[in-house]
Structures are given as structure tokens and as C-alpha cells.
T-cell receptor, first 115, second 111 residues
Framework: EPEVTQTPSHQVTQMGQEVILRCVPI?????FYWYRQILGQKVEFLVSFYNNEISEKSEIFDDQFSVERPDGSNFTLKIRSTKLEDSAMYFCASSEWAQRTDTQYFGPGTRLTVL | LAKTTQPISMDSYEGQEVNITCSHN???????ITWYQQFPSQGPRFIIQ???TKVTNEVASLFIPADRKSSTLSLPRVSLSDTAVYYCLVGDGNAGNMLTFGGGTRLMVKP
């Protein structure tokens, strides 16, 4: 069964450094998402991406964040100048159809720890 | 403004039916309501989705009243392996129709 993959599984970085989190969505999917989950809290929407551009973004997704689909398979989340409060699990998801509430398939997540 | 809300936790016993309700009093008009299951250190996993009335699949049922201001996930005959956190996901009109997860309901199934 196709699945969303994410790398790395755990990223440790120093405050102020840039990190890039990588995702490979399911191959025939059209809509891509990034979510954040701070330890012990709920999953929070960051951004959705369709047709090579941002479709929606939340208040959390400020100028510190950017997304990119650099090739036909990868979908990345870049966090510039990381802050302590960026420590969280980051989940990538993809959906087959271009309907924002279509079934989303989530990756296993990347745990980001900012020291 | 009310947000997308769920009970924080529920306890049940094996074999019982469990109903978890999510309140979304200002859901975006064209959006589906989706429920996900999450185990510790894993990504959410799709359970069921609906727009209105009742939807049933092999693992759950979803009840949505006509006004769509709430939805109820029904898990028949739960087992220990159903212990997890359950989230509803909607477009929340109180947040500019932003995709919003409910706070999550931690279900504990006891033997």
C-alpha cells in the first residue's frame, strides 16, 4: 500500500539555524499539507499546497516558514532561524483529489528539537 | 467564538460501543467532516468521512445532523487496540474556514 514518507525521523538543531523537513507524498496525489503537533497538544494545520502554490496557510505559517516542491516527488518545509517554540512533531500529508477536506494520508512525522 | 471541540477523554470496556462527539458550530459550507485516529508517536490515520446524515464503513459509523453543527463518531465493540486519540477535522468558519482539528479525545479501552 502506498504511503507518505518523511525524513529525517528526528532532527536536532540549534536555535537560529535553518532546517528543511522532507516529505515524499503518495505519487498520484494532488494536494499536500504540513501540520505541527507540539508535545501533548493537538495537531495544528500549517499550510496546504496545490498546483505548485500555497492554497491556504494558518497564522502559524509566518515568514519563518516556506514550502517547496523541488521536483516531482519531494515536498519540503523550510524553517528559517528556528526558535525554541518550533520544537514539535511535523507531519506531512497528501490527498488524492483537489478538495481540501478529502481524505488525507499522513506520514510518520519528523520530530524537531530546537536547543 | 466557539471552536471545534471534543471531550478530552473517555473510558470504555472491551466490546462496548463508543460514541465521540465533535462540536463545530460554524463549519465551512462545502467541507466534509473527517475523523482520524492517532497512536503515540504516529501520524493521524483516516477513519471515516461524511458530509451529512449517516456514513458507515467497516470500522466505524459517522452521524451528522442536518445542521452539521456537530458530528458523532461511533465505534462498535471496541477492543484494547482502539485505545488512541481521536480527532475530528473540519473547515472552521470561526477561523476563516481554516482546516482545524478538534482538541482530540483520548479513548482508553479497558479489559
Amino acid at each position: 500500500e502506498p504511503e507518505v514518507t518523511q525524513t529525517p525521523s528526528h532532527q536536532v538543531t540549534q536555535m537560529g539555524q535553518e532546517v528543511i523537513l522532507r516529505c515524499v507524498p503518495i505519487s498520484n496525489h494532488l494536494y499536500f499539507y504540513w501540520y505541527r503537533q507540539i508535545l501533548g497538544q493537538k495537531v495544528e494545520f500549517l499550510v496546504s499546497f496545490y498546483n505548485n502554490e500555497i492554497s491556504e496557510k494558518s497564522e502559524i505559517f509566518d515568514d519563518q516558514f516556506s514550502v517547496e516542491r523541488p521536483d516531482g516527488s519531494n515536498f519540503t518545509l523550510k524553517i528559517r532561524s528556528t526558535k525554541l517554540e518550533d520544537s514539535a512533531m511535523y507531519f506531512c500529508a497528501s490527498s488524492e483529489w483537489a478538495q481540501r477536506t478529502d481524505t488525507q494520508y499522513f506520514g510518520p512525522g519528523t520530530r524537531l528539537t530546537v536547543l | 467564538l466557539a471552536k471545534t471541540t471534543q471531550p478530552i477523554s473517555m473510558d470504555s470496556y472491551e466490546g462496548q460501543e463508543v460514541n465521540i462527539t465533535c462540536s463545530h458550530n460554524n463549519i465551512a459550507t462545502n467541507d466534509y467532516i473527517t475523523w482520524y485516529q492517532q497512536f503515540p508517536s504516529q501520524g493521524p490515520r483516516f477513519i471515516i468521512q461524511g458530509y451529512k446524515t449517516k456514513v458507515t464503513n467497516e470500522v466505524a459509523s459517522l452521524f451528522i445532523p442536518a445542521d452539521r453543527k456537530s458530528s458523532t463518531l461511533s465505534l462498535p465493540r471496541v477492543s484494547l487496540s482502539d485505545t488512541a486519540v481521536y480527532y475530528c477535522l473540519v473547515g472552521d468558519g470561526n477561523a476563516g474556514n481554516m482546516l482545524t482539528f478538534g482538541g482530540g479525545t483520548r479513548l482508553m479501552v479497558k479489559p
